[in-house]
């Protein structure tokens, strides 16, 4: 005889032990003398009996019990065991939990920062674009039911903020996150790989630089005239004299400089292209740099702040910047287009040119990168240079 929920509900539990009311087909309701109550079913497969436990009541009410009972008897008219197809679903349901976009994507950057693939300012702003712009939307779904619309929309909802290019950076990490997770079974597919079709490209945009001639004399003369600290100065004037990088010229260190060979090396570590580079030193750029070695030929940083006990900020240049009043017209990143562009003009080899601003052939490979190649052509062009900026100014 069939249960009624009225039973299920109302049947008082026994005194000790338990009490099995059955709904046929193998399915029962137990109750323990604690009066809980748990749906059970009975059935045989491989002609061994069986004993599988389907839910607690009334979470389970009769209906879906009755539901759970059918669903194993078809399993068992398809020969498959029903406690290993459960244990099987647990074991995947267990999987999608697990395996959150949140999980995924901290596991992809963590194994990308412990490689030493990104250097760790990069590795912070990466981290930080999956935690603002990924995380919210992604986080707590499975990354394996993602579908490439909640990505796209993700990624939108960036662009409508008018942040564009941040919007494209944060579609390369996600598609990278996807890569990733597909590649390590997590997914059935990169759901991220169809979608840039689909973004606002981003116009690039140049870092403030002067390429007129009578600008540039105005901007060295006020570099000149800076009266802050001898570190910032000497900054200010080496970056448009070596065109480097600026987060590679600030953290330059007094063991990098080989005065007698009147050039500098920065390990490939320290590129962002991770390719060993050699800077050939203008005359002018080595007397600079000794101007310096008293104030600051003591530690290991050639433009060490002592306030703070470690190498300039990334602040200090465009204070002073802004101090002089040209904050608005360039960026100490600025002085590399500069170079760039009169070099070029003055009908220099482009080949010295890129590898004196570390740009890497992309057709090349880190292991064949020639760092010293053209260096006496490179060390005549840069003291020609130097001699030139220095024309402007007299």
Not at 179 to 195: T, V
Not at 222 to 233: E, L, R
Not at 337 to 365: C, F, G, M, V
């Amino acid at each position: 005889m069939k249960l009624t929920d009225n039973q299920c509900k109302h049947t008082p539990p026994p005194d000790k032990g338990v009490k099995q009311l059955s709904d046929g087909g193998g399915l029962y309701l137990q109750i323990d003398a604690k009066g809980r109550r748990y749906w059970r079913i009975k059935y045989t497969y491989n002609q061994k009996q069986h004993t599988q436990h389907l839910g607690i009541y009334p979470a389970m009410p009769l209906k879906a019990a009755r539901m759970e009972r059918d669903k194993i008897k078809l399993l068992l008219s398809q020969g498959i065991n029903p406690k290993t197809h459960q244990e099987q679903q647990q074991r995947a349901e267990q999987k999608r939990i697990t395996n959150t976009f949140e999980h995924v994507a901290r596991k992809w950057h963590t194994t990308k920062a412990e490689k030493g693939d990104w250097k760790p300012a990069h590795a912070t702003r990466v981290l930080r674009q999956i935690e603002l712009y990924l995380i919210p939307p992604l986080g707590s779904q499975s990354i394996a039911d993602i579908e490439p619309l909640d990505i796209l929309h993700a990624i939108q909802s960036v662009e409508r903020a008018g942040k564009i290019a941040t919007a494209n950076k944060v579609y390369d990490i996600a598609h990278a996150i996807f890569s990733f997770a597909a590649r390590m079974k997590l997914c059935p597919y990169n759901a991220a790989a169809e979608l840039k079709p689909e973004l606002q490209q981003a116009k690039a945009t140049p870092y403030r630089h002067v390429t007129d001639t009578g600008e540039l004399t105005a901007l060295l003369q006020a570099i000149d005239g800076y009266t802050g600290s001898p570190q910032v100065k000497v900054l200010l004037q080496l970056a448009p004299l070596v065109f480097a990088r600026p987060s590679e010229l600030r953290l330059l260190k007094w063991a990098d400089i080989d005065f007698q060979a009147a050039c500098y090396h920065k390990a490939a570590h320290e590129m962002k292209n991770g390719i060993a580079h050699i800077v050939p030193l203008s005359r002018q750029a080595l007397a600079l740099l000794s101007s310096l070695k008293p104030v600051t030929g003591h530690y290991e940083y050639v433009f060490h702040n002592k306030a703070a006990g470690k190498p300039l900020s990334e602040a200090a240049a465009r204070k002073a910047l802004s101090r002089i009043g040209w904050l608005d017209k360039v960026t100490l990143h600025g002085f590399r287009h500069t170079a760039s562009t009169l070099l070029h003009e003055q009908q220099y080899s482009s080949d010295w040119i890129e590898r004196q601003l570390a740009h890497k052939d992309p057709n090349t490979t880190r292991a064949s990168y020639n760092f010293a190649k053209h260096l006496e052509q490179r060390r005549q062009m840069m003291q020609e240079w130097a001699d030139f900026l220095d024309s402007l100014k007299d």
